[in-house]
């Protein structure tokens, strides 16, 4: 219990500076959100939404799980989804995938994890669709980094299946639900695809060579 005392020290130290900066601060976000943005992003502690894209408190509406994975059945995902479209308005939705991910890894070996192997069998399935691909990546961490942006991928396509994204198109609002990746490695985002209204998709500069 003695090292949990940290984090409220830290809070302590946070809020003093976070006011200092700007007095006005707690105020303004107490009284409204407004962001622009939807990250659903994997668990991972690593890659955290709002350092991630330099973004203050107040500017990014968060959904995350392992392996950034967005299924139909998932009331969960489902409702963020809906509320950011519906109430808050953003204007980007944002499916972030990383290198590296652990639950891909783990869904691409045979060992046992328990209750989460029923959630990784998502994963598994974009695996079987793209098996010809990723059986022709050289090394295992090709491979698996080739299915982190597949996974990004085919989480883009079920967003903008949603009836949640497909009847706000059709009202006409706007707005575009991006698919990037980042590297735990060097901090970067790499850009792989954008769809907007008309399910028009544009391929991003780092979209898979493979499936060119
Ligand atoms: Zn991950």
Known sequence: MEDFKKVFEANKAWAASTTATDPEFFSRLAHQQTPEHLWIGCSDSRVPANQIMDLPPGEVFVHRNIANIVVP????????????????????????????????????????????????????????????????????EEKTDLLCE??????????????IVQDAWDRGQKFAVHGIIYSVKNGLLKDVMHCEAGNKVTHGEDFPAVLK
């Not at 989460?116 to 022709?136: C, E, G, V």
């Not at 990004?152 to 949603?162: A, H, K, L, W, Y």
């Open 150 to 163: 597949l996974n990004v991928i085919e989480q883009v396509q079920n967003v903008c299946s949603t009836t």
């Open 73 to 140: 059945s998932d009331l969960n995902c489902l409702s963020v989804l809906q509320y950011a479209i519906e109430v808050l308005k953003v204007r980007h939705v944002i499916v972030c995938g990383h290198y590296g991910c652990g639950g891909i890894a783990a869904s691409m070996s045979s060992q046992k994890n328990g209750m989460i192997d029923n959630w990784l069998r998502h994963i598994r399935t974009t695996a079987r669709i793209y098996s010809d691909l990723i059986d022709k990546a050289a090394t295992q």
